[in-house]
């Protein structure tokens, strides 16, 4: 019997993503959707501007859309709830969400550096779950909040995993070349984006730069010790639809070759036996001098692999390389869903 799941933020870019990834999943069965009071009483197809790739999927599209409350009817029998809310929202609801017994997977920043709440990539750093049973206790709720990184965040820290646990990190610098997605549909003016760059994204530096050490930390004594390296971070928005590429420069602490860096990346796939749905191959090294490209790559894995290329020495770093990852699927929803795909194979 699936498990049935709601999505909070339904009709926004990212709740849309959720709508394609839930709509014939094989553990969760899609049975609320939750959006502003505007949107609320409205059939799905009516509530929302779609702009995805692919029509509504038949079976959601004349859902009705109702208000984003725990207590409401709709949401009796939901067990876990994607949150696509923005943060100022999801500050809001995701703890009624969570008192109300719902186990909250959320793609918005708000509780992610909280001390007690798990911010997770399942091949990363799947341990960190075990925050769940502290956060219960210390806040004196049912359910919980379990939260996923930023979507540049998450493309560079699967890519640096492998290579810290072989090599150990010394210093990491990051540019990024970000997708216009990532702000949403009505983030970037087309005027602002068109033949040009923007070489700015609101605390998404910061973002990078804290949630990356949380996330390759040690959980200990019911703590996360952040992992003990520099890394920086410059954020540009692109005119790219989807995908975000980054620039990645690594000095490791025992020196690394190009080759072994590669290996170990390649090598690189930890959940490889729990037959998750919505898992793929985390990391696909590309041998083609151009690339990943966003418009030919980000659609590798279904969405959900970080293709690398362009693995060399470098004369600072020891090595440099290119990512990329589809924003909206493997840097937001698909992480959501993949979260909770883990959590229902490990603890339910």
Same mark, same amino acid.
């Given at each position: 019997?699936?498990?049935?799941?709601g999505v909070l933020?339904?009709?926004?870019?990212?709740?849309?993503?959720?709508?394609?990834?839930?709509a014939?999943?094989?553990?969760?069965?899609?049975?609320?959707?939750?959006a502003?009071?505007?949107?609320?009483?409205?059939? !799905?197809k009516?509530?929302?501007?779609?702009?995805?790739?692919?029509?509504?999927?038949e079976?959601?599209?004349?859902?009705?859309?109702?208000?984003t409350?725990?207590?409401?009817?709709?949401f009796?029998?939901?067990?876990?709830?994607?949150?696509?809310?923005p943060?100022d929202?999801a500050?809001?609801? $995701?703890p009624e969400?969570?008192k109300?017994?719902?186990?909250?997977?959320?793609?918005?920043s708000?509780?992610?550096?909280?001390?007690?709440?798990?911010?997770?990539i399942?091949?990363?750093?799947?341990?960190?779950?075990?925050?769940?049973?502290?956060?219960r206790e210390?806040?004196?709720?049912?359910?919980?909040?379990? &939260?996923?990184p930023?979507?540049?965040?998450?493309?560079?820290?699967?890519t640096?995993?492998p290579?810290?646990?072989k090599?150990?990190?010394?210093s990491?610098i990051?540019?990024?070349?970000?997708?216009?997605?990532?702000?949403? !549909?009505?983030?970037?003016?087309?005027?602002?984006?068109?033949?040009?760059?923007?070489? !700015?994204?609101?605390?998404? $530096?910061e973002?990078?730069? &804290?949630?990356?050490?949380k996330?390759?930390? &040690?959980?200990?004594?019911?703590?996360?010790?952040?992992?003990?390296?520099?890394?920086?971070?410059?954020?540009?928005?692109?005119?790219?639809?989807?995908g975000?590429t980054?620039?990645?420069?690594?000095?490791t602490? $025992?020196?690394?070759?190009?080759? $072994?860096?590669?290996?170990?990346?390649?090598?690189f796939?930890?959940?490889?036996?729990?037959?998750?749905?919505?898992?793929?191959k985390?990391?696909v090294?590309?041998e083609?001098?151009?690339?990943?490209?966003p418009?030919?790559?980000?659609?590798e894995?279904?969405?959900?692999?970080i293709?690398v290329?362009?693995?060399?020495?470098?004369?600072?770093?020891?090595?440099?390389?290119?990512?990329?990852e589809h924003?909206?699927?493997?840097g937001?929803?698909?992480?959501?869903?993949?979260?909770?795909?883990?959590?229902?194979?490990? !603890?339910?």
């Amino acid at each position: 019997m699936k498990i049935k799941v709601g999505v909070l933020g339904a009709t926004g870019s990212v709740g849309q993503r959720f709508v394609q990834l839930l709509a014939d999943h094989p553990m969760f069965e899609l049975t609320a959707l939750a959006a502003s009071e505007r949107s609320a009483g409205k059939k !799905y197809k009516d509530a929302c501007y779609w702009f995805q790739d692919r029509d509504i999927p038949e079976n959601i599209k004349d859902m009705v859309v109702i208000p984003t409350d725990p207590k409401h009817e709709a949401f009796e029998d939901v067990d876990i709830v994607f949150s696509a809310l923005p943060s100022d929202l999801a500050k809001k609801f $995701e703890p009624e969400f969570a008192k109300e017994g719902k186990l909250v997977f959320s793609n918005a920043s708000a509780y992610r550096m909280e001390e007690d709440v798990p911010l997770v990539i399942p091949e990363v750093n799947a341990d960190h779950l075990e925050l769940i049973e502290i956060q219960r206790e210390k806040r004196g709720w049912d359910g919980a909040i379990i &939260t996923n990184p930023n979507c540049s965040t998450i493309c560079a820290v699967i890519t640096l995993k492998p290579i810290m646990d072989k090599f150990g990190l010394d210093s990491v610098i990051i540019t990024t070349l970000q997708a216009v997605s990532g702000a949403g !549909y009505n983030g970037v003016p087309s005027m602002a984006i068109l033949d040009n760059l923007i070489p !700015y994204i609101k605390n998404e $530096e910061e973002k990078m730069q &804290t949630e990356s050490l949380k996330l390759l930390g &040690t959980l200990k004594d019911g703590k996360v010790e952040f992992a003990n390296f520099k890394l920086s971070a410059s954020c540009n928005r692109v005119a790219v639809i989807d995908g975000h590429t980054e620039s990645i420069f690594v000095k490791t602490k $025992e020196g690394a070759e190009p080759e $072994e860096i590669k290996e170990v990346m390649d090598k690189f796939d930890p959940l490889k036996d729990l037959n998750l749905p919505t898992y793929a191959k985390p990391i696909v090294i590309r041998e083609e001098i151009d690339r990943p490209q966003p418009r030919l790559d980000r659609n590798e894995g279904n969405g959900m692999s970080i293709v690398v290329g362009r693995i060399r020495k470098d004369p600072i770093f020891d090595v440099k390389y290119t990512a990329l990852e589809h924003n909206t699927i493997r840097g937001a929803a698909g992480a959501s869903i993949l979260n909770a795909e883990y959590f229902v194979k490990k !603890y339910l």
